[in-house]
């Protein structure tokens, strides 16, 4: 199977239909030996203004219903952070109720064994359920960071280490993302576009509806497919730039088989964390999200 083929799906209103046909188009859903699969969204913050905070749940559902073909052995998780215990996030958001209606489990990564790894002089405490997962599958969100400038897949990952206050960690990004990319298996990635966030995120952003799904294998091959639909180049990204120079993955477009429709249908200049207008915009967002 090739690596490095990314699928473009229009999202329209058929999200279900747009996920099964985006993984079609890499290759079809292969979960060979997958008793135990691992599915990681993004659910950074309880609250969802715009729809444009957490991975879309009826993204999580389509991919949670190809999954439940195959095997019943299904784990959502997610791991305390600055905005609260994993838990709470989870139930306060509904996608804790959500998984209990389709029979799926969750666990909070930040009460699992672990083991520690160091990279870039600090400690990471590594869950075992997602270093030794059968099958991992990455649901993240398109979005602006402010420490990352993008959260795609590749920062998704951020959400797995043991560390309530990872804010202390955002100096070191650029080394520990690729470096989890490294240690965590992908067996799929479908990244939601449908109302992504540009401006001052990864929480109090502006909504930018763009309609789109894309799905893939190699998390630096997706992000820099998704990040040229955001309008930035990938070798500007420092942890997408590594991750392609550690041999992780590709990032050059014309080496990377772009599947379904044309990215630049979806392309949009996004507007860049901390810039004047993304600060004003935000303001609307801060009221939804912490009060």
């Known amino acids: 199977m090739n690596q490095h083929k990314v699928a473009v799906v229009e999202s329209a209103e058929e999200v279900a239909t747009a996920v099964q046909t985006s993984i079609d188009l890499i290759g079809s859903l292969k979960l060979t030996d997958c008793n135990h699969v691992i599915i990681k969204p993004n659910v950074c913050n309880a609250k969802n203004p715009y729809g444009m905070v957490l991975t879309d749940f009826r993204v999580i559902e389509a991919v949670i219903d190809l999954v439940q073909k195959k095997t019943d052995m299904i784990t959502v998780v997610e791991s305390d952070n600055i905005s609260g215990s994993a838990d709470k996030r989870m139930s306060r958001s509904g996608l804790l109720r959500k998984l209990e209606e389709m029979g799926v489990s969750f666990l909070n990564l930040s009460h699992d064994e672990f083991v520690v790894h160091e990279v870039a002089g600090v400690k990471l405490r590594l869950p075992k359920t997602v270093l030794n997962a059968d099958c991992f599958i990455n649901i993240p969100k398109i979005k602006t960071c402010g420490h990352t400038l993008v959260t795609l897949s590749m920062k998704n990952l951020f959400g797995v280490p043991q560390r309530a206050k990872k804010n202390k960690l955002h100096s070191h990004l650029d080394e520990i993302l690729p470096y989890l990319t490294k240690v ?108």
């Open 184 to 291: 965590i298996r992908h067996d799929l990635i479908v990244v939601d576009g449908i109302v992504a966030m540009e401006g001052n995120g990864p929480v109090i952003g502006t909504p930018k509806a763009l309609g789109v799904i894309v799905a893939g294998l190699n998390p630096v091959s997706v992000d820099a497919v998704c990040a040229r639909i955001m309008g930035f180049d990938p070798s500007e990204i420092k942890h997408i730039a590594k991750a392609y120079e550690m041999g992780l993955g590709e990032m050059r477009l014309d080496a990377i088989d772009i599947v379904g429709e044309d990215w630049k249908r979806f392309a949009s200049k996004f507007e860049r964390p901390y810039s004047l207008k993304a600060t004003l915009r935000s303001i609307k967002s801060v009221r939804k999200v912490y009060f």
